[in-house]
């Protein structure tokens, strides 16, 4: 889905990946491929951006995870990294739980413990948060001289758009991003991201 104008509509998926293999080598784990569609009916007005009916993202979960169970997998991770889609996820992964230890992992939830001096007054998309992850992760694919403070953008925009987050039917700015990702940095990011596999590993390593 859109990730606003400076980052990769594929920016859910490199997080992902890249969370779920640093937290399989401390875990000693295995990551199987991203599921790259889901139930993201907000940002369809953005071109190139898709989503899955709510359902359809549901069964498609459950199968998955009773093909893993049928194979033999006993314990499982969802990591999950977006915010429409996190019911759904707790479904499927409910429809499961006699068959596995399923442990879900939402990323809004995750790397709150780090100390980290963010300075945007709102967000939650394409934002100072995921900016900075992405500086991070994958510093090339970050376009960060096009990045704009949402709140600038919202108020002079003559055609605003409906917004990704938190609410669907909130106007916002023509490039679909919350907050003020042009605050972000690579070293928030590395913080961020050294909180949140720290979590996982924790999430999966909790006594049932």
């Known amino acids: 889905k859109e990730h606003g104008l400076h980052l990769p509509m594929n920016t859910d998926a ?38 899955l009916a709510r359902e359809t993202f549901r069964l498609m979960l459950i199968e998955l995870l009773q093909g893993l169970t049928a194979q033999g997998a006993r314990h499982l991770l969802l990591l999950n990294t977006g915010v429409s889609t996190e019911r759904s996820v707790d479904e499927a992964a409910g429809a499961v739980a006699t068959s596995a230890k399923v442990a879900v992992a939402h990323l809004r939830l995750l790397g709150k413990a780090a100390d980290i001096p963010w300075q945007q007054e709102s967000g939650g998309h394409a934002d100072e948060r995921e900016t900075s992850l992405m500086l991070a992760i994958a510093p090339d694919l970050v376009r960060q001289e096009r990045a704009l403070n949402a709140e600038t953008t919202r108020s002079e925009s003559r055609a605003p758009i409906l917004s990704p987050w938190p609410d669907p039917h909130a106007e916002h700015s023509p490039t679909g991003a919350t907050g003020n990702p042009t605050l972000a940095t690579a070293e928030k990011g590395q913080r961020l991201l050294t909180a949140i596999v720290e979590d996982i590993v924790r999430l999966v390593e909790r006594p049932a």
């Open 14 to 51: 490199i997080t992902a990946q890249t969370l779920a293999l640093a937290a399989a080598d401390r875990l000693d784990g295995l990551v199987a491929p991203v599921v790259g569609f889901g139930f993201y009916p907000a940002f369809t007005r953005y071109a190139g951006s898709q989503s």
